[in-house]
């Protein structure tokens, strides 16, 4: 049965739904109730902070596992057999409906959803603002981990969610593309350097990832009318093909759920991002404004 839930749900829709299942199945009703067993709770946060509070029933998935480590590229997707693993241990079914969501304001909650969508899994949602927002609402919590029912689980990958290095430099002049620099101010101008050069894709623009988290409201999504006024002003459009990236695209895990928020329908990330790019010296870049 359909979970009711759109891609962002708030803490307290999550939680009206799960308490709306839970009365139902207690008082035994005929009707049949949303039925929550469809659910699939990932919690991406750290391991500490989901020891100490995590919404109940939700399943630990240690994001260090999300990808493949493999230097430069390291935030490129682990091997099919890895995620089949992966999406099989927590009990992953073409059925379930994943609500994701992490302690750092949807970093590697979005990067779980680009993986959802690599492998075609199209039911899915992030918890707005993550646990911080659940316990600013003064939802109930739990600290017993939970585990999943392993599953069957067979992938194969989808192209589109994804762009390459090869891909970015064939485009690299197309003027229909937009490179959307989630990294901070300091990297992107290359006066902070973490690979071996420091800058940015030529033509790349630049909004860094947590411009869109409202820090008072325990970063929740701002207003999405604000943030697409601001991303227009930098050349970020619907009417685009955008390319979103950070140093392992774990921040633009962020960025590219915004954008899918946003109704960008032609939306792709960059796995090698600049662990790749900057590491490659046969790449263009760019530094300063």
Same mark, same amino acid.
């Given at each position: 049965?359909?979970?009711?839930?759109?891609?962002?749900?708030?803490?307290?829709?999550?939680?009206?739904?799960?308490?709306?299942?839970?009365? /139902?199945?207690?008082?035994?009703?005929?009707?049949?109730?949303?039925?929550?067993?469809?659910?699939?709770?990932?919690?991406?946060?750290?391991?500490?902070?989901?020891? #100490?509070?995590?919404?109940?029933?939700?399943?630990?998935?240690?994001?260090?596992?999300?990808? +493949?480590?493999? #230097?430069?590229?390291?935030? @490129?997707?682990?091997?099919?057999?890895?995620?089949?693993?992966?999406?099989?241990?927590?009990?992953?079914?073409?059925? #379930?409906?994943?609500?994701?969501?992490?302690?750092? !304001?949807?970093?590697?909650?979005?990067?779980?959803?680009?993986? /959802?969508?690599?492998?075609?899994?199209?039911?899915?949602?992030?918890?707005?603002? !993550?646990?911080?927002?659940?316990?600013?609402?003064?939802?109930?919590?739990?600290?017993?981990?939970?585990? !999943?029912?392993?599953?069957?689980? +067979?992938?194969?990958? $989808?192209?589109?969610?994804?762009?390459? #290095?090869?891909?970015? /430099?064939?485009?690299? &002049?197309?003027? &229909?593309?937009?490179?959307?620099?989630?990294?901070?101010?300091?990297?992107?101008?290359?006066?902070?350097?973490?690979?071996?050069?420091?800058?940015?894709?030529?033509?790349?623009?630049?909004?860094?990832?947590?411009?869109?988290?409202?820090?008072?409201?325990?970063?929740?999504?701002?207003? /999405?009318?604000?943030?697409?006024?601001?991303?227009?002003?930098?050349?970020? @459009?619907?009417?685009?093909?955008?390319?979103?990236?950070?140093?392992?695209?774990?921040? +633009?895990?962020?960025?590219?759920?915004?954008?899918?928020?946003?109704?960008?329908?032609?939306? $792709?990330?960059?796995?090698?991002?600049?662990?790749?790019? !900057? &590491?490659?010296?046969?790449?263009?870049?760019?530094?300063?404004?």
């Amino acid at each position: 049965m359909t979970v009711p839930l759109g891609l962002v749900v708030s803490p307290q829709e999550l939680h009206q739904f799960l308490d709306k299942n839970q009365l /139902l199945d207690k008082n035994q009703l005929l009707e049949q109730p949303m039925d929550k067993s469809n659910l699939l709770i990932l919690d991406l946060s750290q391991p500490q902070t989901y020891g #100490k509070a995590h919404i109940p029933g939700a399943i630990h998935l240690p994001f260090g596992g999300l990808n +493949s480590g493999i #230097k430069p590229a390291v935030g @490129t997707l682990p091997s099919i057999e890895r995620l089949e693993q992966i999406f099989s241990q927590i009990g992953l079914t073409p059925d #379930k409906h994943v609500i994701a969501y992490d302690d750092e !304001g949807g970093g590697w909650a979005g990067r779980l959803i680009w993986m /959802l969508d690599m492998i075609g899994h199209p039911h899915y949602s992030y918890l707005d603002g !993550g646990i911080h927002a659940w316990l600013g609402d003064k939802l109930p919590t739990e600290q017993t981990p939970n585990s !999943g029912q392993a599953t069957d689980v +067979s992938i194969t990958l $989808k192209q589109n969610p994804s762009a390459d #290095k090869a891909f970015i /430099l064939e485009h690299l &002049n197309d003027p &229909n593309m937009v490179i959307w620099d989630a990294r901070s101010k300091e990297e992107y101008l290359g006066s902070r350097v973490v690979a071996q050069r420091g800058g940015h894709i030529p033509g790349a623009k630049h909004y860094e990832w947590t411009t869109a988290m409202d820090k008072n409201r325990q970063l929740r999504i701002r207003d /999405l009318e604000e943030i697409r006024q601001e991303l227009a002003e930098e050349g970020i @459009t619907s009417d685009k093909l955008i390319v979103t990236h950070c140093q392992t695209h774990h921040r +633009s895990g962020f960025t590219y759920l915004l954008g899918k928020v946003l109704g960008f329908e032609n939306i $792709k990330a960059y796995p090698g991002s600049w662990s790749e790019w !900057g &590491n490659d010296e046969a790449t263009p870049i760019d530094s300063g404004n």
